[in-house]
């Protein structure tokens, strides 16, 4: 596609269950992102991917947040036992030529937005 | 990364000229300034970035001060559509680790 899509772009889920959410990167782009942006909120780092190295997990508030991105392309973020707190837009973006080189431009999808209850 | 540090809110009349600041004081030799904005409801969208020289491209233009610690984001004619969250970012690494904090709400008032 021409940009970054995200799937789904709402979701309502109960507390407890386990959720999963889908970005489709622009083709060719090696960087990935995500990050979770609450009610009012600026935009939380949470992970990074970029080409083959080993991700930047660095951001992800709890062991119950994984993320995995197959074939250097899609990725997957996954929330277990979604607890209220999680309620949040959630941001993929991606980079293309060389994530590590800053001069250039991130390409975010428009969010899912989680909600728990 | 260097932290930013931006006014909270903005209100701008449409058809003039707005200028967002961001203090960025802590900024080190090799990290760019960027700027991003986000629209309500959607995800954040680039417009600008520079390293020392001042900067224009078709969106807007980029006013970064000698010593770098600080700049501008200007919008020469702010229409409704500029409405939105402005975002400042100063880093050299890669997007990774970079919290876009809060932003200036730019208000355009008819």
């Known amino acids: 596609g021409a940009g970054v899509s995200q799937s789904p772009s709402n979701k309502v889920t109960e507390k407890g269950k386990d959720v999963e959410l889908r970005c489709d990167p622009i083709?060719?782009?090696?960087?990935l992102y995500w990050y979770r942006q609450s009610l009012g909120q600026g935009l939380e780092f949470l992970i990074y991917?970029?080409?083959?190295?080993?991700?930047?997990k660095s951001g992800l508030p709890s062991d119950r947040f994984s993320a995995e991105r197959t074939g250097g392309s899609v990725s997957t973020l996954t929330i277990q036992r979604t607890q209220q707190e999680d309620s949040a837009v959630y941001l993929c973006?991606?980079?293309?030529?060389?994530?590590?080189?800053?001069?250039?431009?991130?390409?975010f999808g428009q969010g899912t937005r989680l909600t728990v209850v | 990364d260097a932290k930013t540090t931006q006014p909270t809110s903005m209100d701008c009349a449409e058809g003039r000229a707005a200028n967002l600041p961001c203090n960025h004081s802590?900024?080190?030799?090799?990290?760019?300034v960027y700027w991003y904005r986000q629209i309500h409801s959607q995800g954040p969208q680039y417009i600008i970035h520079g390293l020392k020289n001042n900067e224009t491209n078709e969106m807007a233009s980029l006013i970064i001060t000698e010593d770098r610690k600080s700049s501008t984001l200007i919008l020469p004619h702010a229409t409704l559509r500029d409405t939105a969250v402005y975002y400042c970012?100063?880093?050299?690494?890669?997007?990774?680790?970079?919290?876009f904090g809060t932003g200036t709400k730019l208000q355009v008032i008819p």
């Open positions: 802590t900024i080190s030799g090799n990290e760019y």
């Open positions: 970012i100063a880093s050299s690494g890669g997007y990774q680790k970079v919290t």
């Open positions: 083709s060719g782009h090696t960087a």
């Open positions: 973006a991606s980079v293309g030529l060389g994530g590590l080189v800053w001069n250039t431009e991130a390409f």
């Open positions: 991917f970029q080409g083959n190295s080993a991700p930047d």
